[in-house]
């Protein structure tokens, strides 16, 4: 499906390439502030070497300022690429019905045929624009964040690695539940788009043969519809937040124990684990940018 769709970002691949390269490497300066950190908390302040701390704090700035240009240049990227692909979609799907024959013209109601090149054109220009950045920086942060925890104890990374699939687990069901409601949604937002172009384009007719009554209420109907699959299919969305967050602290909790137990064996250090936790509160975050995604 999304290859069928790679083709009307036509002269605009640039931006997206641009926008994906400064993702992935906004991700890897992000990543690289927590293990200074550590280093800076078990170097320079357990020696109280002030030079030290001062210059791995410098070197931090450094890396949120670039950090932060990076989501700059990537915003602005995206945005063009976004715009872009929209107008030449919108263009295409244009010219596409200009060609139909009356068979296709009588087959598409003109409400839904409105609907396509105006709010679901709408809705994949943003998931282009909005969503370049958590479908390529969650993958990778989460990657490269494993790898860092990994690094910093191997032991205490095992605690986190188990949370995962868990969290992967949850995801599944979550959107294997929500893809078909969102599917019933883009159907009955059709329904109340196509009832309401019929009445303000026929209101002298419906005027004429008192039929207001009768058309509010088939109004109200096609309403109601929308305003249930919509509560049930947001109902079931929000959930995905709150089960991150138990899985999330729980598994934090458990570090901050083992953690614990590892500095007062000796085997760890108070800035590795601070470190360490930053890099687990990434990690899962870059999920949640994964399953917002889907």
Same mark, same amino acid.
């Given at each position: ?5 790679? /083709? ?64 700059? /240049? ?221």
């Amino acid at each position: 499906m999304l290859k069928r769709f790679w /083709v009307y970002t036509g002269k605009y691949k640039k931006e997206l390439v641009i926008a994906a390269v400064c993702s992935v490497l906004e991700c890897g300066f992000e990543l690289l502030i927590p293990l200074l950190m550590a280093d800076m908390v078990d170097v320079g302040v357990a020696n109280r070497d002030l030079p030290y701390i001062l210059s791995r704090g410098a070197i931090m700035v450094v890396c949120a300022v670039v950090s932060l240009a990076l989501g700059a /240049v990537y915003a602005r990227m995206a945005a063009l690429a976004g715009s872009g692909f929209g107008a030449e979609l919108r263009s295409a799907e244009y010219k596409k019905i200009q060609g139909f024959s009356f068979a296709n013209l009588d087959h598409f109601d003109t409400p839904s045929l409105v609907t396509r090149l105006t709010s679901d054109v709408t809705i994949l220009q943003n998931s282009l624009t909005n969503g370049i950045r958590p479908l390529l920086r969650g993958p990778s942060m989460m990657i490269l964040g494993l790898i860092m925890a990994l690094l910093i104890n191997r032991r205490l990374a095992l605690v986190f690695v188990i949370a995962i699939p868990l969290l992967g687990l949850c995801l599944y069901f979550v959107v294997r539940r929500l893809r078909p409601m969102f599917g019933g949604l883009q159907k009955a937002l059709d329904k109340v788009n196509s009832i309401v172009q019929e009445n303000i384009t026929a209101m002298r007719v419906v005027k004429a043969y008192v039929r207001g009554d009768y058309e509010s209420a088939k109004f109200g109907a096609v309403n109601l519809e929308l305003q249930t699959v919509s509560e049930k299919a947001f109902g079931t969305a929000v959930l995905n937040a709150p089960i991150f967050q138990v899985v999330m602290y729980a598994t934090i909790i458990r570090l901050l124990w083992f953690g614990g137990n590892l500095i007062h064996t000796g085997s760890m250090q108070v800035g590795e684990l601070t470190g360490f936790l930053s890099y687990v509160l990434l990690i899962v975050n870059s999920l949640m940018m994964i399953s917002g995604v889907f």
